[in-house]
């Protein structure tokens, strides 16, 4: 199983970004997703999660009405739409797929993690 992240860089206080994960060797199409972040010195943080169909997703308090987290299951693509970006969400920003059960905002359930895409907001 291989997660593909992209999308990070540099931006502005009150910008946006659009991070992807494509996800291969792997049945995407029945599998939960999520993202996650850490910033240095801090520990991962969960961010989003979406159910396999789409239908259900999950926020953290702190980028709720931020954030969106979507998927194209014709591309084995997870998506996480960033708006209103400030300096604190500054961190490595990591894609996770889910097999099982368990919480989906718990790190420890994810079976596969991606390698992680820099995002820095400048102030």
């Known amino acids: 199983v291989q997660l593909q992240a992209s999308g990070g860089g540099l931006v502005q206080a009150g910008g946006s970004l659009r991070l992807s994960c494509v996800a291969s060797k792997i049945t995407f199409s029945t599998t939960a997703m999520g993202w996650f972040r850490q910033a240095p010195g801090k520990e991962r943080e969960f961010l989003a999660a979406?159910?396999?169909?789409?239908?259900?997703?999950l926020y953290a308090n702190s980028v709720k009405g931020r954030f969106t987290i979507s998927r194209e299951n014709a591309k084995n693509t997870v998506y996480l739409q960033m708006n209103s970006l400030k300096p604190e969400d500054t961190a490595v920003y990591y894609c996770a797929a889910k097999l099982g059960w368990g919480r989906q905002d718990e790190g420890g359930n994810y079976d596969y993690w991606g390698q992680g895409t820099q995002v820095t907001v400048s102030s």
């Open positions: 979406i159910n396999w169909g789409g239908g259900s997703t």
